[in-house]
């Protein structure tokens, strides 16, 4: 880490990052002794430059080195949706890229890493260097599931690395925190979590929003209830300059607009679509942002089919774009590209949902947004006259709608070069209960509550102008108190990863999303026989489909759906009613519900092209696929390595506070695989080889070329039959060979965890087969089974050792505290986030030296 600054100030700093020089609030954030909790800013004013180059300056040049000391080495920017994912990891790297500072790989300590983390775009490798600076962006699923010990799309052995990640040496941006629902208790609990439980290294959270609500910060464990909200908004100092001020005051007239939304969609979309044609003026931006993704797919289309009708030439076409949540990465990522294109002549209308209402760095002449919360709309109108180029000062007036525009080409009306927002009226609660009956009420005014609507609506009758000095006089009393809050006890149960009997694990969904707003991820297939290929998926293939919407689709009996088995390492079919949040699955293509024009339509006649994907197999509890080598290593050889990655992590991250016990890490690299010598890993890593191979003979192996293939852990018994030890798992064998030489409990579990399939519990699992006399047996290892005396470098020896399963039953005995026993009272001590974290870095360690 640089330990005297490279800039004079932070203002040189940001110039060099930006291009422009930096508001007095974000010289405060990045210069004041403490960070704020809340940064509360109007939309268009340099949020995320401000929170990524204030992290930097404290992190790598501020002149003080306890401040320097102070910031966290990870920064994790946590968003609601896809689109700003996106937009803010590509301006996080171009901001390091003038600074000279976007790191050229992972493992450059020099430079600084960006990562994102959404559903279909997930780079993992970002937990193989916990002592680089990194920046993680991603959206509340991907972000929370890890900081829960439940991440979404990704191995669930996993879990463990990133959840210690994730939770030690780190500082939480939320950004549009008024999307977040029930996620945003969650990060205030977590925050507080980290303070009381402990974390390695410093932890910090900030909260971000133009329209932030402080009491649903202040839950029950939140630190913001104790030390009071502190909070960073715009200074005087800020009111004054030009540019500020330009925004501040940018004009947005408010105009109702004619179409009402009401039980006729499809007739609503059609008188939409013309009234936002006659609206569009040329060479310009045209937003309408609707509340459901089926509404944007139903205005889209109506739009294509009104200028059709109307016979315009396609080239005089204002470009049309839809954008939503639910498009597959390869689709969203060129929607993304062309939402910021420059516009053509004839200008562009983009259809879309809340997946644009927040953060996306776009600036319209025209919007349209329908009736939403308080909170949303705000956002919304954030992405019209954005800058203030379409004007500025107060409206007085509003002049005549009736009127001719020369530049409005597809309508008699429009708005000159005046801003201009129309907000969309939905039908009431008493209007839809006499016309349709409450059904219908509650359909048309999700994802909100009628009441959130009806406030909104009276706001808006009483406004000519929505710009954001006009909308400071107006307080909106806020949401109640989210009713799932994620609890001490809640997050201490997550921290066992064991699935219960039945194959299922616990779910988180309800502490990071509404319970109608959980997603699932889903890709297509091709394939002949009666089950998929073992292969996973692709990013671009990944596309999110809402639980419920995929639950009909399946119940309608269009397809079946298979997800990805980690005991069996197959993919196997599951019934609707077992589909969960966070689960990843397979359909096959004839099954449709995709079209690449508009997205999931759950239409079995709509089938997605298949996309390039590779033949990776996902992890299961026989295969380690990150730990696997391509030659043959002796175990003391491979042990030297680990201890050695131990040793450059620890130097790297010497000032970490409080200090990691790096002694018993160093010991627990020693005995991490010291179960290997056991005669079913040797067995399974040399029977392909020549019988008159010398290897067959040497060793004992760490790796062999293939890590041991599945299936084949088997040991001779005295007739010298084959044996299969059906889920051999070496990790556990060396932590039984560790306690049984009186080795410490913290090295006995970092060796057990090391592959984070042997945790909190022992036990057998389905398909072992029980040995004959023998009444103790687990993961493959049997009461009794003998280890020979092996060298295990450094000085530590492990004689013959015979392996002792004692510990898996319930309560002490003889041989001392059970296995559960002992692995509680290491989670208590040490507390869940600091003791994943222990365990990340001995599995890093591994992973790292099997990659050399």
Not at 324 to 335: L, V, Y
Not at 443 to 465: H, I, Q, T, V
């Amino acid at each position: 880490m640089t330990t005297a600054p490279a800039y004079r100030t932070f203002s040189d700093l940001f110039i060099q990052a930006t291009g422009y020089e930096p508001f007095p609030y974000q010289v405060s954030l990045a210069t004041d002794r403490d960070l704020p909790y809340v940064l509360n800013i109007p939309t268009g004013l340099g949020k995320t430059a401000a929170v990524i180059a204030a992290w930097l300056w404290r992190r790598r040049f501020h002149p003080d080195l306890d401040v320097r000391q102070a910031a966290p080495r990870r920064l994790v920017y946590c968003l609601p949706t896809r689109v700003l994912v996106e937009q803010t990891a590509e301006n996080a790297k171009e901001m390091l890229r003038r600074l000279g500072l976007l790191a050229v790989q992972p493992s450059d300590l020099d430079g600084v890493s960006v990562y994102s983390l959404v559903g279909g775009d997930l780079e993992d490798d970002w937990d193989l260097y916990p002592e680089a600076e990194a920046i993680l962006v991603g959206t509340q699923d991907m972000l929370l599931s890890r900081a829960l010990n439940r991440g979404y799309a990704m191995s669930r052995y996993r879990w463990p690395i990133q959840f210690g990640l994730i939770n030690n040496d780190v500082l939480w941006i939320m950004d549009e925190v008024q999307l977040m629902g029930a996620g945003l208790a969650t990060t205030t609990q977590l925050q507080g979590f980290r303070d009381k439980m402990g974390t390695f290294g410093p932890s910090h959270s900030v909260w971000v929003s133009a329209t932030v609500d402080l009491g649903n910060l202040q839950t029950v464990d939140s630190p913001l209830k104790a030390t009071g909200v502190k909070t960073l908004q715009l200074q005087p100092g800020d009111l004054t300059h030009n540019v500020v001020q330009q925004r501040v005051y940018a004009s947005k007239e408010l105009r109702k607009a004619r179409t009402r939304l009401g039980k006729d969609e499809k007739k609503y979309a059609a008188s939409l679509a013309n009234e936002v044609l006659h609206s569009h003026r040329i060479g310009s931006l045209t937003i309408v942002i609707v509340n459901q993704v089926s509404r944007a797919q139903g205005v889209y289309q109506a739009l294509r089919k009104a200028l059709t009708d109307q016979k315009f030439p396609a080239a005089d076409w204002p470009e049309l774009l839809l954008i939503h949540s639910r498009f597959r990465r390869h689709e969203r990522q060129k929607k993304n590209e062309e939402l910021h294109r420059p516009l053509r002549e004839t200008g562009r209308i983009v259809v879309a949902t809340q997946a644009i209402e927040a953060g996306v760095d776009i600036s319209a002449k025209t919007l349209f947004t329908e009736l939403a919360p308080w909170p949303s709309l705000v956002q919304r109108f954030g992405r019209c006259n954005r800058y203030g180029e379409y004007g500025s000062g107060r409206i007085e007036t509003l002049p005549s709608r009736d009127f001719p525009e020369p530049d409005c080409r597809y309508g008699p009306y429009g708005g000159g070069d005046r801003a201009q927002v129309f907000w969309i009226d939905i039908e009431s609660t008493s209007d839809q209960a006499e016309n349709s009956g409450r059904t219908a009420a509650s359909k048309l005014s999700l994802p909100y509550s009628m009441d959130e609507l009806n406030w909104a609506r009276a706001a808006l009758e009483g406004l000519r102008d929505v710009g954001p000095h006009a909308l400071r006089s107006i307080t909106y009393p806020g949401a109640e108190q989210l009713g799932h809050v994620i609890r001490q006890k809640d997050l201490i149960e997550l921290f066992d990863t064991s699935p219960d009997l039945s194959g299922f694990d616990l779910d988180i969904s309800r502490f990071v999303r509404e319970t109608d707003e959980h997603d699932i991820q889903v890709f297509w297939r091709q394939w002949e026989g009666d089950s998929p290929p073992s292969g996973g998926p692709s990013p671009d293939e990944l596309c999110p489909v809402g639980l419920y919407d995929l639950k009909e689709f399946l119940k309608k009996g269009a397809a079946i759906a298979w997800y990805w088995d980690g005991l069996e390492g197959t993919w196997l079919p599951v019934p609707a009613d077992q589909i969960f949040a966070g689960m990843t699955l397979l359909l096959p293509v004839e099954a449709g519900g995709y079209d690449p024009e508009i997205g999931w339509t759950a239409e079995p006649t709509d089938r997605p092209k298949i996309l390039p994907h590779s033949e990776v197999i996902p992890d299961s509890m026989d295969d380690d696929h990150g730990s696997q080598a391509k030659t043959f290593e002796e175990l003391v050889e491979h042990t030297d390595k680990v201890v050695g990655q131990i040793n450059h992590l620890q130097h790297h991250l010497s000032m970490t506070k409080p200090t990691p016990p790096w002694a018993e890490l160093v010991l627990g690299a020693r005995w991490h695989d010291a179960g290997k010598v056991h005669p079913a890993f040797q067995n399974a890593i040399t029977e392909s080889l020549p019988l008159e191979d010398p290897r067959r003979q040497g060793g004992p192996w760490a790796k062999g070329g293939i890590g041991g293939a599945k299936g084949n852990y088997w040991v001779a018994d005295q007739a010298g039959n084959r044996v299969k030890r059906q889920h051999f798992r070496h990790e556990l064998a060396s932590a039984l060979a560790a306690l049984a030489n009186g080795v410490n409990d913290l090295v006995v579990y970092l060796a057990a965890a090391h592959h984070g399939k042997v945790r909190l519990l022992i036990r057998s699992l389905p398909g072992e087969q029980a040995p004959i006399g023998i009444r103790r047996f687990a993961r493959g290892v049997w009461d009794g089974d003998e280890l020979p005396a092996t060298d295990l470098g450094g000085g530590v020896n492990m004689p013959k050792t015979v392996l002792d399963l004692a510990c898996m039953e319930m309560g002490a005995n003889d041989r001392g505290p059970s296995w559960l026993e002992r692995a509680i009272r290491l989670r208590d001590s040490y507390g869940p986030l600091r003791l994943a974290y222990l365990e990340a870095l001995l599995r890093i360690a591994d992973w790292r030296a099997s990659r050399e």
